[in-house]
């Protein structure tokens, strides 16, 4: 990928990224032998939340030391609270540039699988006549002679946790119910309304509570972004050959009400039927559902080629969430952010090495996790701020049905001003106009998927899905 340039006086150092060879099913495999992180030390959380967003988008924490690096002339983005003297020459010209992930590394257009809907548990998209979830546990069944109960759980209304002792179920001990809600969202929706859910919760007196909330963007987004970054796009349609006649294992009910309120479905809930066909046939519809599953809960981290402490974390910005509470001062600075020059060098860094980024482009307390798949920007100097002017299209990967092939692309402009001090160094950045109030909440760049209860299907792993791939026909 080469960056497109008129005129840029200082850009950042850059580092080719390392490519997966042509016999890789997944861009990354995390369960490599020789797989490790980059050789830079860095601090790596959980990015994905129970509810389809973020809550620790990206961390990377500076080094806890009185050595501060100093950033070459190189950095475009070079800091005053973060280096000592130095500076950068001022660039006055009008700047047009344009970068764009390869046809490659291209993220995948798909739905979030809200869910109100639990398509995954519940819609057919395979001509076998079974969802997503069924497939899985079908395959499961009949190559390894259990039923993992990946459909029992996503249709549930409630997630099961395990304690010690209690009831078991698909060989897990202790499945006991601890009021958290699962996947499927349709028994606690409001009769009648299209977003609005009465949901259970449990109270500091353990007492059962209500709260009707609008629930219309609770879903997968993040498990969608996160697999269209990292796994490459399913073939249309894949087939596994058996050599027995298939055991088809699907739910006795696929009215998504059935399971009903404060119930968890079991080995109960399946029937299983016998077919004379020897295949099971895997739409690119159920093979994104299932990757969006599988990466609900995935680790994201920034990077940088030369500093392990260049970013950190609130470089990234942080969920702008109400319901959590803190000061007024507190909410409006998750608000703003994240701020425009954070937004720009991650922007630069990352895409000119070609990692795939995913921001969460609502800047309110709801929640849209987008892969980027490129961008372009006009910079121009205000003399009078002594600042830099942006002018910024984004191009996301939008939202479409499951059954959608290739980028549907969902452009988003953006301005904001990056203010320099007298060495030229950024000493703070604004939204500007309407991107005041629509601009990305925060930015974070899927690492790998990470074992998270309660967050994605338990019973959905990573390796039968790899194992699926590469044992199936694609057509």
């Known amino acids: 990928m080469k960056l497109r340039l008129m005129t840029l006086a200082a850009m950042l150092v850059f580092c080719a990224a390392n490519g997966a060879s042509a016999q890789d099913w997944r861009r990354i495999d995390p369960t490599a032998a020789n797989f490790q992180l980059e050789s830079n030390p860095a601090e790596v959380e959980a990015a994905t939340g129970e509810l389809g967003f973020n809550e620790l988008p990206v961390t990377q924490r500076r080094q806890a030391t009185s050595e501060r690096r100093e950033y070459t002339r190189s950095d475009t983005w070079q800091v005053a609270s973060r280096s000592r003297g130095g500076g950068l020459s001022l660039d006055q010209n009008t700047t047009r540039a344009s970068q764009h992930l390869p046809d490659s590394k291209k993220p995948w257009s798909s739905t979030y699988f809200p869910f109100q809907e639990c398509d995954m548990a519940f819609k057919n998209y395979s001509p076998d006549g079974l969802s997503p979830m069924e ?212 922007m630069l860094d990352h895409m000119e090495r070609e990692k795939g980024i995913v921001a969460e482009k609502d800047a309110d307390e709801h929640v849209n996790n987008l892969p980027v798949v490129g961008w372009q920007y006009i910079r121009s100097y205000n003399s009078s701020q002594h600042s830099y002017d942006f002018v910024t299209r984004v191009q996301y990967a939008d939202y479409t049905p499951p059954t959608y092939r290739g980028t549907k692309l969902l452009p988003i402009d953006y301005k904001y001003r990056i203010y320099l001090d007298r060495n030229n160094r950024v000493t703070r950045s604004e939204w500007l106009g309407k991107s005041v109030r629509e601009h990305p909440d925060f930015i974070w760049v899927p690492d790998r998927p990470i074992p998270a209860p309660l967050k994605r299907n338990p019973a959905i792993k990573l390796e039968i899905l790899d194992e699926i791939m590469r044992t199936g026909k694609a057509s």
């Not at 079908?138 to 190559?143: D, I, L, M, Q």
């Open 135 to 346: 497939l899985y546990d079908t395959y499961v069944f009949n190559s390894k002679g259990k039923n993992p109960g990946a459909t029992a759980w996503e249709a549930s209304t409630v997630a099961q946790t395990l304690v010690v002792g209690g009831q078991r179920d698909f060989g897990r001990p202790g499945l006991v119910w601890k009021w958290k809600l699962g996947h499927n969202m349709a028994p606690w929706m409001v009769r009648g309304s299209k977003d609005l859910a009465r949901i259970p919760y449990t109270d500091r007196r353990g007492d059962r509570r209500f709260q009707t909330i609008q629930v219309d963007w609770w879903g997968h987004c993040n498990g969608w972004a996160a697999a269209s970054v990292l796994v490459p796009e399913p073939p249309r349609q894949l087939t596994i050959q058996l050599r027995n006649p298939v055991k088809r294992v699907r739910l006795k009910s696929n009215d998504r009400m059935w399971p009903g309120q404060d119930k968890s479905l079991g080995k109960k809930a399946y029937e299983t039927v016998q077919s004379r066909s020897r295949s099971i046939r895997f739409t690119g519809a159920d093979l994104k559902a299932l990757y969006s599953e599988a990466f609900l809960s995935t680790a994201a981290r920034l990077s940088h080629p030369s500093d392990p402490y260049f970013y950190r974390r609130e470089d990234a910005g942080q969920r702008y969430d109400p319901e959590r509470g803190g000061s007024q001062a507190e909410l409006d600075a998750a608000f703003r952010d994240i701020l425009p020059h954070n937004f720009h060098r991650i």
